[in-house]
């Protein structure tokens, strides 16, 4: 099966799945600070250098150090904090 994705700003997010990145990949994006613990790792938000751009849900690997970016919401979030509460909808991995 074919991965879909959908550019924004400098990246191309996957829309079917979760978008693998390294956090050089991110460089220009923008990170929320205050990432929340999950079983397997942190869930935070990120999103892109654009004005009035809302935010996607991330979780945050330290030790592959890497960012699974969900690019596959229907649309983005308003808040960081309303992406980051989108794990606790579906997963009760969630820590806040």
Not at 22 to 38: E, V
């Amino acid at each position: 099966m074919k991965n879909k994705g959908q550019q924004i700003a400098s990246l191309i997010l996957k829309t079917n799945e979760p978008t693998e990145l390294k956090l050089s990949d991110l460089y220009t994006w923008i990170i929320w600070q205050y990432p929340r613990k999950l079983k397997h790792g942190l869930c935070g938000a990120v999103r892109p250098p654009l004005a009035r751009h809302g935010w996607y849900p991330a979780e945050i690997s330290r030790t592959r150090k890497i960012i699974l970016v969900h690019g596959e919401v229907l649309k983005p979030f308003k808040t960081p904090s309303e992406a980051a509460d989108w794990f606790s909808s579906f997963s009760s991995d969630s820590v806040k």
